[in-house]
Nanobody
Framework: QVQLQESGGGLVQAGGSLRLSCTVA????????MGWFRQAPGKEREFVAA????????DIADSMQGRFMISRDNAQEVLYLQMSNLRPEDTGVYYC?????????????????????WGQGTQVTVSS
C-alpha cells in the first residue's frame, strides 16, 4: 500500500509563490515516477508536472512552463512543486500521484489513468 500526503497549499496573492510537498510512504520512493495534477472548481482534473524516479526526465504543462518546477528528494522521500508568479486561474486542489509505468518508459501524454496512487490533495487559492 502506498500513501501520499500533500502539504503546503494556502491562500496567496497573484504574483506570489508557494511550494507544495508530497510525502510518500509504503514503497521505494526512488523507483517510481511521480506527478502533480490539479482540479479547479467546476473543471476537469489537469496535468501539472511529472518527474522520473531519478529526476532525469520531467515534464511541465505548457501553461505552467517558466512558472512551476517539479523536483524530488529521494533520500527524504519527498516530491515538490515550486510555484511562482501565481495567477488566479492556478486556484484549485493540487494532487500528487505515483506513475505506474516502468523505469524505461515515459508517457507521451500524462493521463490520470497512468497514475495508480493519489494523495488527498491540498487547496491552493490565488487572489487577484
Amino acid at each position: 500500500q502506498v500513501q501520499l500526503q500533500e502539504s503546503g497549499g494556502g491562500l496567496v496573492q497573484a504574483g506570489g509563490s508557494l511550494r507544495l510537498s508530497c510525502t510518500v510512504a509504503g514503497r521505494t520512493f526512488s523507483a517510481g515516477a511521480m506527478g502533480w495534477f490539479r482540479q479547479a472548481p467546476g473543471k476537469e482534473r489537469e496535468f501539472v508536472a511529472a518527474i522520473s524516479g531519478n529526476s532525469d526526465r520531467l515534464d511541465i504543462a505548457d501553461s505552467m512552463q517558466g512558472r512551476f518546477m517539479i523536483s524530488r528528494d529521494n533520500a527524504q522521500e519527498v516530491l515538490y512543486l515550486q510555484m511562482s508568479n501565481l495567477r488566479p486561474e492556478d486556484t484549485g486542489v493540487y494532487y500528487c500521484a505515483r506513475g505506474r509505468w516502468g523505469p524505461r518508459e515515459w508517457p507521451v501524454e500524462h493521463r490520470g489513468d497512468l497514475y495508480d496512487y493519489w494523495g488527498q490533495g491540498t487547496q491552493v487559492t490565488v487572489s487577484s
